[in-house]
């Protein structure tokens, strides 16, 4: 986006404030598509958790993607926005029976990634397909927080267990129509994915009637000039010419399924924040913006790396700044960056800010959360209000005391 359009925002609409361009969300999720082209049925479903206003799941909608959802509140906002539930899959981790009832009830796919669930399911509602959620056991994702497949990882059945699920699957008589994985965000090497892939095609062949292989996420996207990014086109050839050859093999065409989530909306988001005060200590140089970790926690809770651009200066001369927030404690978004000269009252945006950041935000601090807006056709949609101090107090029981 252009960074007079940004900065024209932030007068309009006062900062703090989330801006996500849907031009980027839309060429990202066709450079995904196209490079599956080669495969007869593909699958893109939006993980909702990245970024879940109802808005910007309508935007998918209007692409032909499904969603991935994870709370039964997610397959809800899903079917809310206008999604059929057979466009929604389901993949929790650690819910109730209740909840997974309630998800198969409202008609959307059920993914389930552990053996007593799978029991209990199976044997209440034999007949309702189910996809199963396989830990291949490889290392992949950026860190450890978010690398879900190897051994140690609470995600999935393990691959071990193989056994164990098919006694169950006899046992119950039910009805396995997908096989699943999603091994962790940021993964660097496609051929660590191949691998994981190689997995999830020995363990298909256990089952005979399935309809889709869904191979997850992971799609890393690039945080700065120079960073890694996960080769799309390339990793599509490779991966297209063995699936098609393992449907050939299963003797029917399956339907193979992606559930990005940052590859989809992280680039399309620019967080925006104004400098309250400048700050020069005897070692530093400080950026204190009108935000803090309950907006973006991302770098406290990842060490991730946000660029910054002084919207306001964007050609003045570069000096080290530490941004940091407002929150009691300590709150760093960046050390010692680089970026344009900061004048108190310049409009600071950092890039990357369309995955887990809103999605994550909260009232700490007793502070609002942001506003949203949608940079749509050339015009800037508000698609969520900031909060208000009634926000705040909503749901707050206030006794006599
Ligand atoms: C979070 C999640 C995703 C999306 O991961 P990204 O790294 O954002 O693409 C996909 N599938 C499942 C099951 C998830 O939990």
Request: a neutral charge; proline letters at 3%; aromatic letters at 10%.
């Amino acid at each position: 986006m252009e960074t007079n359009t940004l900065l024209q925002i932030a007068k309009d609409y006062g900062s703090p404030i989330y801006v996500y361009d849907a031009e980027k969300i839309v060429s990202q999720y066709k450079r995904l598509d196209t490079a599956f082209n080669k495969v007869k049925q593909v699958r893109i479903n939006y993980a909702v958790k990245a970024l879940s206003n109802i808005s910007v799941l309508k935007l998918m909608k209007t692409l032909g993607s499904g969603l991935d959802t994870v709370s039964i509140q997610e397959v809800q906002l899903g079917l809310k926005a206008g999604f059929l539930p057979e466009e929604i899959i389901y993949t929790p981790n650690g819910v109730s029976l209740d909840e997974i009832e309630k998800a198969a009830k409202l008609g959307v796919q059920i993914n389930i990634d552990n053996l007593s669930i799978l029991e209990q399911f199976g044997t209440k509602h034999p007949k309702t397909p189910v996809c199963i959620r396989i830990n291949p056991h490889v290392m992949a994702g950026g860190n450890t927080n978010i690398s879900v497949g190897h051994i140690d990882s609470k995600f999935g059945i393990s691959i071990h267990q193989i056994p164990h699920i098919l006694r169950i699957v006899e046992n119950t008589n039910m009805n396995i129509n997908g096989i699943h994985m999603h091994t962790g965000s940021d993964i660097l090497d496609i051929d660590v994915f191949l691998y994981a892939s190689e997995i999830l095609f020995e363990t298909a062949k256990n089952f005979k009637n399935l309809d889709f292989i869904d191979f997850g996420s992971g799609f890393k996207v690039p945080y700065k000039s120079g960073d890694i990014e996960t080769d799309i086109e390339e990793f599509g050839k490779k991966l297209t010419k063995r699936f098609n050859g393992f449907c050939k093999e299963y003797g029917k065409d399956l339907t193979l399924a992606f559930e990005p989530g940052k590859f989809l909306v992280s680039e399309a988001g620019y967080f925006l924040t104004k400098v309250n005060v400048v700050k020069q200590t005897t070692s530093t140089v400080f950026a204190q913006v009108d935000s803090g970790f309950n907006h973006l926690i991302r770098p406290m809770l990842y060490g991730s790396q946000h660029e910054i651009i002084n919207l306001s200066n964007i050609k003045g001369r570069e000096r080290f700044y530490s941004v940091v927030g407002y929150i009691c404690e300590t709150d760093t978004f960046a050390n010692n960056r680089r970026i344009n000269e900061i004048t108190e009252g310049d409009i600071l945006a950092f890039k990357n800010a369309g995955a887990y950041c809103y999605s994550m935000a909260s009232n700490y601090n007793s502070r609002y959360r942001p506003a949203e807006i949608l940079w749509h056709n050339k015009e800037a949609k508000l698609i969520r209000k900031r909060e208000t101090f009634d926000d705040i107090l909503n749901n707050q029981i206030e006794i006599s005391l």
